[in-house]
């Protein structure tokens, strides 16, 4: 099983639509979690971290589940915008190996 | 301010030659991050550096090498390149450790 695995997609959703990814990891000890947002052929960009207690920023949501080993992201009312690909970052207590996820492709179509 | 700058932005080398990237970071930044990022994969952790000490290494070979500076700049060095190493070299800068990074535009290496 990989360390932190993501369905690559494309999810392809119209403008308004409700979308949501998953991002598992393996690791149990893990303690920081990130989402971040890459465009084609860019950098990518903080997202939002995702605390325990979840985290919201206006049409993202963010969520743990410590139980079940996932963090999810959540975006309400999609702009065309938002099409890019969301990738998750997990980094395990007491190493400073970040591990990220392939990535899962969102495109928002008019 | 000024983001995380590095160069060059492209770079084209042949099998077995030697390749410097540069990476400078965001003012107060004193932790470094290298990653690859092959076409449809997400970016793999190659090295983090902070206050000019290696802290975090990834699993690439001893062909790949990386330093900081006192200024908190660094540069990243791979050896003997082989075709297999061209992708997108990303540097991310973070206040300290692995938080929240801050990634350069990359610099886009082909081997061939």
């Known amino acids: 099983r990989k360390e932190v695995e993501q369905d690559p997609g494309p999810f392809n959703v119209p403008e308004g639509a409700t979308v949501a990814f998953n991002c598992t990891y393996s690791?149990?000890?893990?303690?920081?979690f990130f989402w971040y947002r890459q465009d084609c052929r860019k950098e990518p960009k903080l997202l939002m971290s995702?605390?325990?207690s979840g985290n919201e920023d206006g049409r993202f949501t963010a969520q743990l589940n410590r139980a079940s080993q996932y963090i999810s992201l959540l975006i309400r009312d999609s702009k065309l915008s938002d099409s890019a690909t969301y990738l998750c970052?997990?980094?395990?207590?007491?190493?400073?190996?970040?591990?990220f996820g392939r990535g899962t492709s969102l495109i928002v179509h008019p | 301010d000024a983001g995380v700058t590095q160069s060059p932005t492209h770079l084209i080398k042949t099998r077995g030659q030697q390749v410097t990237l540069r990476c400078s970071p965001i003012?107060?930044?004193?932790?470094v991050s290298w990653y690859q990022q092959v076409l449809g994969q997400g970016p793999q952790f190659i090295f983090q550096?902070?206050?000019?000490?290696?802290?975090g290494r990834g699993n690439f070979p001893d062909r790949f090498s990386a330093r900081q500076f006192p200024n908190y700049s660094s540069e990243l060095n791979v050896n003997a390149l082989l075709l297999g190493d061209s992708a997108l070299y990303l540097c991310?800068?973070?206040?300290?450790?692995?938080?929240?990074?801050?990634f350069g535009p990359g610099t886009r290496l082909t081997v061939l």
């Open positions: 995702v605390y325990s």
């Open positions: 003012s107060g930044h004193k932790s």
């Open positions: 690791n149990s000890a893990s303690q920081s």
């Open positions: 550096y902070y206050e000019k000490e290696e802290r």
């Open positions: 970052v997990v980094n395990s207590g007491g190493s400073y190996i970040p591990t």
């Open positions: 991310a800068s973070s206040l300290e450790g692995v938080n929240e990074q801050f």
